[in-house]
């Protein structure tokens, strides 16, 4: 942390913040670690500040590691940093290390790329629904992975830990994601190249991420001149990826069977786009086994892009998501915030590309 406030440009758009800063920062030095400040109604009327500037003030010295608030208790001065144990901790989405999740495997190797060039160890802190903020005590920052309400969480993490969301922006911490809108509108874009007009899209309504791939697919449909008609699309209710080994899989083939049954021939669609490279994989198969040809009849486009999309014949064509950049990414802006408390929040947005494969061909 900047002993000298005075010289932190990041403030400079907000002088009375930056005033504020300045004098609770120097009443923390006069107070000494561990001391409790004042009230916020002595703060507010010894600054003459209004509530939202003290408020800011406060985050951001909490964000420095300078105070640090326990609700219902007060404010305190923070003690003198603890020596760095080389650990970082992860805490993932429900299907986090769950072998099935296929991604998940580049991204740990982008992760553990750089945690080893750094001498460093991961350790895992348990899933959204299941872990102890006690571990917190045991890492010098930790990783978000794939967890649909991190804002939320990040609440729970103690004030002062560095943090990185990966694949979940939130507002006050940093974050490594891909523009999964954009994805949606990547897929669609490549089967309008190959002629297709009747494009399905087969979604989640959850997670978020599901929310923005659909959006995009819509967007790439109007902007294109395209109708949307309503039965060109299949939104189900989330997968439970704790009930199988290979939940997408099933979902993708359960799904497209349904379809089959109830309308898809109507639909007209020589083409679809599905939420995840597993659940296609799934479609691929039912098409295959009801005698549809991929791609000759219906060409399939999935989402992630991972060696997987290799397992089948023939092989997926998908949208790439650099996932091994992304986990690379995350360890080096966590370790700038460990290594520096003053470091900026960061919102990093990495490029989607395509991975073409032979489950698209042009329309016939």
Excluded at 108 to 134: A, P, S
Excluded at 227 to 239: G, I, P
Excluded at 348 to 360: N, Q
Aim: proline share 4%; aromatic share 4%; with cysteine.
């Amino acid at each position: 942390m900047p002993t000298d406030l005075r010289k932190e440009k990041t403030l400079d758009n907000r002088p009375r913040l930056k005033a504020t800063c300045i004098k609770l920062h120097e009443m923390a030095l006069d107070l000494g670690a561990e001391a409790r400040l004042p009230t916020m109604a002595e703060l507010r009327e010894e600054f003459a500040v209004s509530t939202y500037t003290l408020n800011d003030a406060i985050r951001e010295l909490e964000r420095r590691q300078v105070l640090r608030s326990v609700n219902g208790v007060g404010i305190f001065v923070t003690a003198r940093q603890r020596p760095l144990t080389g650990n970082i901790g992860i805490i993932g989405g429900e299907g986090f290390h769950r072998p099935q999740m296929a991604f998940h495997h580049r991204l740990m190797h982008g992760l553990e790329k750089v945690v080893i060039r750094n001498k460093q160890h991961l350790m895992f802190l348990g899933d959204e629904k299941n872990w102890d903020v006690r571990a917190c005590e045991k890492v010098d920052g930790i990783l978000v992975v794939g967890v649909d309400n991190a804002e939320q969480m990040v609440h729970h993490i103690p004030s002062g830990t560095p943090t990185v969301t990966i694949f979940t922006g939130t507002e006050n911490t940093s974050s490594v994601t891909v523009d999964d809108y954009q994805g949606g509108k990547l897929a669609v874009e490549y089967l309008l190249q190959n002629n297709h007009q009747r494009i399905a899209c087969l979604m989640e309504k959850l997670p978020a991420l599901s929310k923005l791939r659909l959006a995009g697919y819509k967007s790439a449909l109007i902007e294109n001149g395209i109708k949307l008609k309503s039965e060109w699309v299949r939104l189900t209710s989330s997968v439970d990826i704790t009930k199988s080994d290979q939940p997408y899989i099933t979902w993708g083939r359960q799904q497209m069977q349904k379809w089959l049954r109830g309308g898809w021939q109507k639909t007209g669609c020589t083409a679809i786009f599905v939420q995840n490279e597993m659940a296609a994989i799934g479609v691929i198969q039912l098409l295959q086994e009801e005698g549809i040809n991929v791609p000759q009849q219906v060409s399939v486009i999935g989402f992630d892009g991972t060696e997987l999309c290799n397992v089948v014949s023939p092989s997926l064509c998908a949208v790439q998501v650099p996932l091994t950049e992304i986990g690379a990414k995350a360890v080096e802006i966590l370790n700038q915030q460990i290594n520096d408390a003053s470091s900026e929040i960061q919102s990093i947005v990495l490029p989607l590309d395509m991975r073409k494969g032979g489950s698209v061909a042009t329309a016939p």
